[in-house]
């Protein structure tokens, strides 16, 4: 696997990697799907714990790891940062906005960061409270391999070479199933035409990480994929220890205390109140009981020695992970009484809102979101400025998690990281089922309120925004319900859990998420706090989580079981034209000023595509009619015995040009005006006047000729062309047009 070959690229690119020189550079590359996958360090952020620059394809990654050497005073949590950054010029572009450059994370990059957090954190020994940071950056894409896959790799292997304290290394590998086939790290483009797109994460041994998106397959299905992707990433994990063989920095010393004698002091003086306090289902009671027991801890065991302050709280969450994993593993009894398997209480209920287009409010045990479906135009879509070029949506889904939920007080600002991830999370377990943008035309936004959190808030949403969209009208197939399990796993001990609580989650193994309907899987997530978990725990899992989701569904049955068959008068409707390419100038006008003016006195929304299609929203279905006439007169071309409703644009001597379908002129000549003879126009015709004309012909070159005396121009009636009369003659003129002179006859042009 060893090689001195440049990362990627060739030619002049690839000469710019040539040379040490002044580095002591060390790489490492292998095949990889078919794709090179090159590892190297040595050359790039040399000051940082470790570093890797990372390639596949043409995408280019650069991962940095730095811990900071001490502890700071009073730290109780591990304070882990992981940030995924693109750089526009990695894609050859310029940012958008005013100040031309990156601003703060995008969604995606906030996505990718969790993607790199969720399998590395796990790996961290218990009491190392080091500041540690990964930086990953994106500097090429190649438009063809997503750099998330790329960035996973690359912080595991600058972690790995780091010396930092860290069980690893990971891989990871995307998973697409097209054909009914796997597809190891699929393209951007089949991507698109997969059925599955799923993101896992783990050590040589186990899984750690599971994220995906998918169009109801079925658990047997996913469980393969899983596998799938573990096994295939087996030669990254084997790539990564050959580069840290050649290059990892010493490993840090970390010292292991003994806390067996104030552990077995807690046990012998707290561990009966705190089973009692455990036994209180309520959660704010039993939080109110399990502070207090903290407190005496706090008490008995700190003294006057402030010091130990951090210690004994370290020890006690310890016994309370003892007391409920050892409830569940030998009693089979959760905190709150229930067995592995019962789901809490539901209650579902919709059209909880006036005036909103679609609400749901559901409510598991405690936990409840209330969900609002908004239905928008084309205008109303998320332009998305990617690195693979402008993307635009058009469902969208937001979370939002106010901390009165739990009954606490914090800070109002923009969404974190975690409501992020959460509503990406509901957003793709929702999405395979929505009809395809052409069966209905509607930008759809749902948020989320969490107004209630005592368990998996995220899989209340995917049953909330379920119901909310089908009370708006949306066409659903099928509702979509979501499930949270846990894992409780002591040596070859093991319970899964359904309908995980807070407190379950906290002091568990496992977070697996699972979304979809009666016919198959939409979504999964899983996150492991342990050395990650084996296939057979995952299919117990799957199989359990199907049970619950399926009693879900039943539950939100009783509120609403299939999408409602009209929408609420609040919703505007939408009526979809195709109108010819080259007609689209017409429709807009010069600098939009003809489709500002139609939407002005219709009062529509009107959205334009490329490829002609026209889309006119209205709540007003008369204005919506108006607005589609206007436009297909704009667009339509003229026929030959048509009648339409012209305008007189300018007068002649010889008659009047009348514009007809809002873009085209045509003449009506004098003796076309009237059956009555016509002296003069101006005496007649007034230009802007309306008038209603017939098409008698369209010669080769497209001049059009128009009759005003074949209409009616009261009731828009054709009318039988009478003959004209002959004109009279003038005055000096006989019957034939002769003129007499001194008694005689002439005849013009000769005598």
């Not at 990617?386 to 969208?396: K, S």
């Not at 377990?429 to 930008?443: C, E, G, M, V, W």
């Not at 749902?446 to 368990?455: F, Q």
């Not at 299919?539 to 989701?549: F, S, T, V």
Request: proline share 5%; hydrophobic share 40%.
């Amino acid at each position: 696997m060893s090689s001195d070959a440049p990362p990627s690229g060739g030619g002049r690119v690839a000469a710019a990697w040539k040379g040490e020189g002044m580095f002591k550079i060390v790489r490492r590359e292998t095949d990889w799907g078919g794709r090179k996958l090159v590892l190297e360090t040595g050359r790039l952020a040399r000051q940082a714990d470790g570093a890797v620059l990372a390639s596949l394809g043409e995408t280019v990654v650069l991962a940095t790891a730095v811990a900071a050497r001490t502890v700071k005073p009073g730290q109780n949590f591990f304070p882990l940062t992981v940030n995924y950054q693109e750089k526009a010029f990695a894609a050859g572009k310029i940012p958008g906005g005013f100040f031309k450059r990156e601003g703060r994370p995008s969604e995606k990059e906030t996505l990718t960061s969790r993607l790199i957090d969720r399998p590395i954190r796990p790996l961290f020994p218990d009491g190392f409270r080091n500041e540690t940071q990964v930086i990953v950056t994106v500097l090429a894409h190649d438009g063809e391999n997503d750099p998330d896959i790329l960035a996973m790799v690359a912080a595991s292997a600058a972690l790995t070479i780091s010396g930092v304290p860290f069980l690893g290394p990971i891989a990871a590998a995307r998973v697409g199933y097209v054909g009914g086939e796997f597809v190891l790290n699929p393209s951007i483009e089949q991507t698109r035409k997969s059925d599955l797109d799923l993101v896992v994460a783990g050590t040589r041994d186990a899984v750690m990480m599971v994220e995906s998106e998918a169009k109801e397959l079925t658990e047997e299905t996913m469980l393969g994929a899983v596998v799938f992707g573990h096994r295939q990433f087996q030669p990254v994990i084997d790539l990564i220890i050959d580069l840290a063989q050649a290059a990892a920095k010493e490993p840090w010393p970390l010292e292991s205390a003994d806390h067996a004698e104030l552990d077995a002091a807690l046990r012998r003086d707290l561990e009966a109140d705190l089973q009692a306090a455990y036994a209180e289902p309520v959660k704010q009671a039993r939080h109110e009981k399990v502070a207090a027991v903290r407190a005496r801890a706090l008490e008995l065991f700190v003294g006057e020695d402030a010091s130990r302050t951090q210690l004994v709280a370290d020890r006690f969450e310890a016994l309370e992970a003892a007391v409920v994993r050892g409830q569940i593993l030998d009693r089979g009894v959760r905190i709150d009484g229930r067995d592995v398997r019962t789901v809490r209480p539901i209650e579902a209920a919709v059209g909880v809102l006036p005036r909103v287009h679609g609400s749901a409010l559901f409510t598991r045990g405690e936990t409840q979101a209330l969900c609002v479906a908004t239905l928008g135009t084309g205008q109303d879509e998320q332009v998305i400025d990617a690195l693979e070029g402008d993307l635009r949506e058009h469902y969208l889904l937001h979370y939002n998690f106010p901390p009165y939920s739990v009954g606490e007080t914090g800070r109002m600002g923009t969404p974190g990281r975690r409501e992020v991830g959460h509503g990406k999370l509901a957003w793709r377990a929702t999405r395979p089922l929505l009809p395809s943008k052409d069966a209905f035309p509607y930008t759809i936004r749902v948020v989320s309120e969490i107004t209630e959190s005592n368990g998996s808030s995220s899989m209340a949403t995917v049953c909330g925004t379920s119901l909310a969209l089908m009370d708006a009208g949306v066409p659903l197939p099928r509702p979509v319900a979501g499930i949270a399990m846990g894992l409780i796993k002591e040596g070859d001990r093991f319970a899964v859990l359904s309908d995980i609580l807070g407190d379950e989650d906290h002091l568990g193994d496992m977070d697996f998420k699972v979304a979809g309907t009666e016919e198959g899987v939409t979504s999964l997530q899983m996150d492991i706090k342990i050395a990650g978990i084996t296939p057979e725990i995952m299919e117990i899992a799957l199989k359990q989580a199907r049970e619950g989701r399926i009693h879900i569904l039943g539950a939100m049955a009783k509120a609403l079981g299939i999408p409602r068959p009209e929408m609420r008068e609040t919703v505007p409707r939408v009526t979809t034209i195709q109108i010819p390419t080259d007609k689209i100038g017409a429709v807009i006008g010069g600098g939009g000023k003809t489709i500002r003016e139609i939407t002005e006195r219709t009062g529509t929304k009107i959205d334009i595509q490329d490829d002609g299609t026209v889309k006119i929203a209205s709540t007003d279905a008369m204005a919506a009619q108006r607005a589609v006439d206007w436009i297909r007169g704009l667009t339509a071309s003229p026929e030959v015995g048509t009648i339409y409703e012209g305008r007189v644009a300018r007068i002649v001597d010889f008659g009047a040009f009348v514009n007809i379908l809002g873009n085209i002129d045509g003449l009506c000549h004098i003796s076309e005006i009237s059956n009555e003879r016509v002296g003069k126009v101006s005496d007649v015709l007034k230009e802007g006047s309306s008038v209603k004309v017939k098409v008698l012909a369209i010669d080769d070159r497209g001049k059009i000729k128009l009759s005003m005396r074949a209409v009616d121009q009261v009731t828009g009636e054709p009318l039988e062309v009478q003959p004209r009369p002959p004109r009279p003659p003038r005055e000096g003129e006989g019957d034939r047009g002769e003129r007499r002179e001194g008694g005689f006859r002439r005849r013009r042009g000769g005598e």
